[in-house]
């Protein structure tokens, strides 16, 4: 024997089990300086929030599963890892792969997914330690993998994940998939009108028109960050989720107890941007900040007033951002909608393996065709950008 420390990986019942430093000096360890993580949805905060208050866990489909790599007693990586008894809340569809190995008499859930439930944010979800990675996801790969084998489980799949690790996911052996949302990118605009002036002429007009046309709504919107939002916005918050999430998915993924739980542990990782009317709070977008980007998330209202859902989420966002030095805002999954307001296609990426080799072959095959899709609709989708001709956004 040689000495060397032996890597092993467990399944943990939840993040509650491991301490918070510890899984943060993996997911996050550039916010030792105090300042923001890049991703604010690997924390252990927010994993445990969901956790805590119930989101996730018994009766959700999503039980919480946590991998760590430990090299003798020191952990290494982490990943968020949950056994799935759906597919509601990945925002990566994989109904079809369900129902196609169902119809061939196979049973697709439970599943093993490393993600964040009801996220749609690109980040790591290999989370090692710095110089760890050689080491730290080829464990987790494995680990997951060796899990869904020793139970008879269909597969492993790892949503948002970054390019890097799609790219060394696909080396291991995994199918990469792609899809694209709608990303906006400070190009050194400075601030809004710095922005605005990158547009055409027709699209310059039109976006002061519509922000015009919001604002006229008879009320006025304020912004809450960190300390200054109180456990009052979430009551009124709360009421807009409610309404859009019977309305998305049938019932909300996020319980009521998260906001509580998040006005303790995740305020100052989020921004809060609430339109109020007679005295009333009528709409409101929960956005969440990391180091580089603002990332939209929740968005609902109890008044219809027009453009107002624009204003919220898209334009208010980039004021924050611009105002905030930020240089990215997420604005969610899907929405062609977004390309006229400055938000152009950008690639994601997730990770899948699938027990059944034919299956595998099968998947495999749909994968690389839907990657051809998506690359050239992004190709037409960029060309009808809003931007003036000649401009770096008109050029990628």
């Given at each position: 024997?040689d000495?060397?420390?032996?890597?092993?990986?467990?399944?943990?019942?939840?993040?509650?089990?491991?301490?918070?430093?510890?899984?943060?000096?993996?997911?996050?360890?550039?916010?030792?300086?105090?300042?923001?993580?890049?991703?604010p949805?690997?924390?252990?905060?927010?994993?445990?929030?969901?956790?805590?208050?119930?989101?996730?866990?018994?009766?959700?489909?999503?039980?919480?599963?946590p991998?760590?790599?430990?090299?003798g007693?020191?952990t290494?990586?982490?990943?968020?890892?949950?056994?799935k008894?759906?597919?509601?809340?990945?925002?990566?569809?994989?109904?079809?792969?369900?129902?196609?190995?169902?119809?061939?008499?196979?049973?697709?859930?439970?599943?093993?997914?490393?993600?964040v439930?009801?996220?749609?944010?690109?980040?790591?979800?290999?989370?090692?330690?710095p110089?760890?990675?050689?080491t730290?996801?080829?464990?987790?790969?494995?680990?997951?993998?060796?899990?869904?084998?020793?139970?008879?489980?269909?597969?492993?799949?790892?949503?948002?994940?970054?390019?890097?690790?799609?790219?060394?996911?696909?080396?291991?052996?995994?199918l990469?998939?792609?899809?694209?949302?709608?990303?906006?990118?400070?190009r050194?605009?400075?601030?809004?009108?710095?922005?605005?002036?990158?547009l055409?002429?027709?699209k310059?007009?039109?976006l002061?028109?519509?922000?015009?046309?919001?604002?006229?709504?008879?009320g006025?919107?304020?912004s809450?960050?960190?300390d200054?939002?109180?456990?009052?916005h979430?009551?009124?918050?709360?009421?807009?989720?409610?309404?859009?999430?019977?309305?998305?998915?049938?019932?909300?993924?996020?319980?009521?107890?998260?906001f509580?739980?998040?006005?303790?542990?995740?305020?100052?990782?989020?921004?809060?941007?609430?339109a109020?009317?007679?005295?009333?709070?009528?709409?409101?977008?929960l956005?969440?900040?990391?180091?580089?980007?603002?990332f939209?998330?929740?968005?609902?209202?109890?008044?219809d007033?027009?453009?107002?859902?624009?204003?919220?989420?898209?334009?208010?966002?980039?004021?924050?951002?611009?105002?905030?030095?930020?240089?990215?805002?997420?604005?969610?999954?899907?929405?062609e909608?977004?390309l006229a307001?400055?938000?152009?296609?950008?690639?994601?990426?997730?990770?899948?393996?699938?027990a059944?080799?034919?299956?595998?072959?099968a998947?495999?095959?749909?994968?690389?065709?839907?990657?051809?899709?998506?690359?050239?609709?992004?190709?037409?989708?960029?060309?009808?950008?809003?931007f003036?001709?000649?401009?770096?956004?008109?050029?990628?």
């Amino acid at each position: 024997m040689d000495g060397t420390p032996q890597i092993t990986v467990e399944a943990l019942g939840g993040v509650g089990e491991i301490d918070a430093a510890e899984w943060d000096a993996c997911a996050c360890p550039e916010a030792a300086d105090g300042g923001r993580p890049v991703d604010p949805f690997t924390t252990h905060r927010f994993l445990a929030a969901l956790e805590a208050s119930g989101s996730v866990g018994p009766g959700t489909g999503w039980q919480p599963r946590p991998l760590r790599v430990r090299r003798g007693g020191e952990t290494i990586a982490v990943a968020p890892l949950y056994v799935k008894g759906h597919s509601q809340g990945e925002y990566v569809f994989d109904h079809n792969w369900a129902h196609a190995w169902e119809r061939a008499g196979g049973d697709y859930y439970p599943k093993l997914q490393i993600a964040v439930p009801f996220t749609p944010a690109t980040g790591r979800r290999f989370l090692s330690r710095p110089g760890e990675e050689a080491t730290g996801m080829p464990a987790l790969v494995q680990g997951a993998v060796q899990i869904a084998a020793d139970n008879d489980l269909s597969g492993v799949h790892a949503t948002f994940c970054t390019e890097g690790e799609a790219l060394a996911g696909e080396r291991m052996g995994l199918l990469h998939r792609t899809h694209q949302q709608f990303h906006w990118e400070d190009r050194g605009y400075g601030d809004w009108e710095g922005f605005l002036a990158s547009l055409s002429s027709r699209k310059r007009k039109d976006l002061r028109k519509e922000r015009e046309r919001a604002n006229a709504f008879g009320g006025e919107i304020l912004s809450f960050a960190g300390d200054a939002i109180e456990p009052a916005h979430w009551d009124a918050f709360w009421r807009f989720y409610q309404d859009t999430g019977a309305r998305k998915w049938g019932s909300p993924y996020l319980t009521r107890r998260f906001f509580d739980v998040a006005q303790e542990t995740l305020r100052g990782d989020m921004v809060l941007i609430l339109a109020r009317r007679e005295g009333r709070w009528i709409a409101g977008a929960l956005n969440f900040a990391g180091r580089e980007t603002l990332f939209g998330r929740y968005w609902g209202c109890t008044e219809d007033h027009p453009m107002l859902h624009f204003e919220l989420c898209y334009y208010r966002a980039i004021d924050w951002a611009l105002e905030h030095g930020l240089k990215r805002v997420e604005a969610g999954a899907q929405g062609e909608h977004k390309l006229a307001r400055g938000y152009l296609p950008s690639r994601t990426h997730s990770l899948h393996w699938l027990a059944d080799e034919g299956f595998r072959e099968a998947v495999r095959q749909f994968c690389e065709a839907e990657g051809r899709q998506v690359d050239h609709e992004a190709r037409i989708l960029t060309s009808y950008g809003p931007f003036r001709r000649g401009t770096p956004e008109d050029r990628q």
